[in-house]
């Protein structure tokens, strides 16, 4: 029967959010009601096919499910969500570029450099406004000019085209979390035991030739141990848990979601405090001076992590709520 | 399909669909789940494709006409719907206007075999 799964995911991936996983249960048992029905317990795979077939394509059945009347024709939904998505994706691109650009040639003092951060989302938001807002224009227009069967894409659909889904488990990878519990014990066990790794660094960097202008404050560095320490196991305790358990529980969510939030107020706390760095000479442009380049990359790009993955996580965990909930309405 | 074909074909079709809540509504009073309420209906005469049945069990349920529930018991779960109190009253003032605008057409009809 995994050829009925496979037509009723093709079916839910054209069904709206909103009680998507109720409809794709009661569309499956209504669907094996039939092939019983007509081919009895043991149905071939020809009479699953043919079933399916006499079903109708993936589209149409959705589109009776998504009673809704749409602005946009349902024939181009597909093609309007695959450019709103590349003009977002782009947006986001182009101003992530022009912020880290600025970052190298203005070289922003102090909390400047949250703002400009700030001023990303900001801007993608703004300027996506304008982009979906022409976009959605022009895909009316060629809705009112075209019906819904001109634009039918799936009037020349097979049951092969079946055959290209890959119907994945939602289970969580053992792999991520198998080198997870190798590396944070490594990254533990080198901080404690040789936390002057960041003087060899600086030393080796120095023998080069090249001149650095400000150094780690090893002092400051080492009463950040013990906090890098938990941050360590935590994730340890995390990963335990999730190979355990092999998929995201709502605690999980939860546990993993307040772990970003740690990380993230560890990151700003360090962004913050202008005491990391013992100061050579130059401007003194803390944390954000041109010599700790290395480390600011490290820092940026560790807080632009943080805040996309617990972006991510909440929009996972609230989907996964959502649909839960509508399942059981 | 000729011109007059089509028309006739679209009437016929709305005059079907005016009349399906009615008869889904009148065939719901013992629990039953969607590849069944077809079989039932098509025995009655009513030929309904199961795609324009199913979701139209859903947005009954949503409108509060019919009630629904999961069964669990056997091999594979089942969704089975029931009328509710509510619909019980609109099924009843549906067939009221159904006898009445029946009873007015029949009229014509006689009147035009005049």
């Known amino acids: 029967m995994i050829l009925v799964d496979k037509y009723i995911y093709a079916i839910g991936q054209k069904l709206p959010l909103k009680s998507r996983n109720e409809i794709k249960t009661e569309l499956k048992s209504l669907l094996l009601d039939e092939i019983e029905a007509k081919y009895g317990e043991n149905p071939s795979e020809d009479n699953i096919k043919r079933a399916i077939t006499e079903f109708g394509t993936p589209g149409s059945v959705a589109k009776k499910y998504s009673n809704s009347s749409s602005v946009i024709g349902s024939g181009f939904t597909d093609l309007y969500y695959l450019i709103m998505k590349i003009i977002v994706g782009a947006l986001t691109i182009a101003f992530t570029t022009i912020f880290i650009v600025t970052l190298f040639t203005e070289n922003p003092a102090g909390l400047d450099i949250l703002k400009a951060l700030v001023q990303v989302p900001l801007r993608v938001f703004q300027a996506s406004l304008g982009g979906i807002g022409t976009l959605t224009i022009i895909f009316i227009i060629i809705s009112r000019l075209c019906s819904d069967k001109e634009i039918d894409i799936e009037s020349e659909w097979t049951i092969k085209e079946l055959e290209s889904i890959n119907l994945t488990q939602e289970q969580e990878s053992k792999i991520e979390s198998i080198i997870a519990l190798i590396l944070i014990p490594v990254f533990i066990a080198f901080v404690i035991l040789y936390p002057e790794f960041i003087q060899f660094l600086e030393n080796s960097f120095e023998k080069s030739g090249l001149t650095l202008g400000n150094k780690v404050n090893m002092d400051v560095f080492k009463s950040f141990i013990p906090l890098f320490v938990l941050q360590g196991l935590l994730q340890i305790v995390y990963q335990i848990m999730l190979l355990k358990k092999e998929i995201k529980t709502k605690a999980l969510y939860i546990f993993d979601a307040s772990l970003s939030v740690f990380d993230l107020l560890v990151t700003i706390t360090i962004l913050k405090l202008g005491t990391m760095f013992i100061y050579a000479g130059g401007v003194n442009n803390g944390i954000f001076s041109y010599s700790t380049i290395g480390f600011k990359i490290f820092i940026v790009i560790g807080l632009f992590t943080g805040i996309g993955e617990l972006l991510s996580k909440s929009i996972k965990y609230v989907k996964k709520e959502i649909e839960e909930k509508k399942s059981f309405m | ?114």
Not at chain 2, 6 to 16: A, I, S
């Open chain 2, 1 to 114: 399909m000729k011109d007059d074909d089509k028309v006739l074909d679209n009437l016929l079709q709305e005059l079907k669909r005016g009349s399906l809540v009615l008869t889904v509504l009148l065939n719901s009073a013992e629990p039953c789940y969607g590849y069944s309420m077809v079989n039932n209906l098509s025995e009655a005469g009513i030929d309904i494709e199961q795609n324009t049945l199913y979701p139209l069990l859903r947005r009954l349920e949503k409108q509060g006409l019919l009630e629904s529930s999961w069964d669990t018991t056997e091999s594979r779960p089942r969704k089975y719907y029931t009328i509710s109190s509510e619909g019980k009253k609109i099924r009843d003032s549906l067939c009221k206007q159904w006898k009445k605008t029946n009873s007015v057409i029949e009229k014509m009809m006689t009147e035009d075999e005049k």
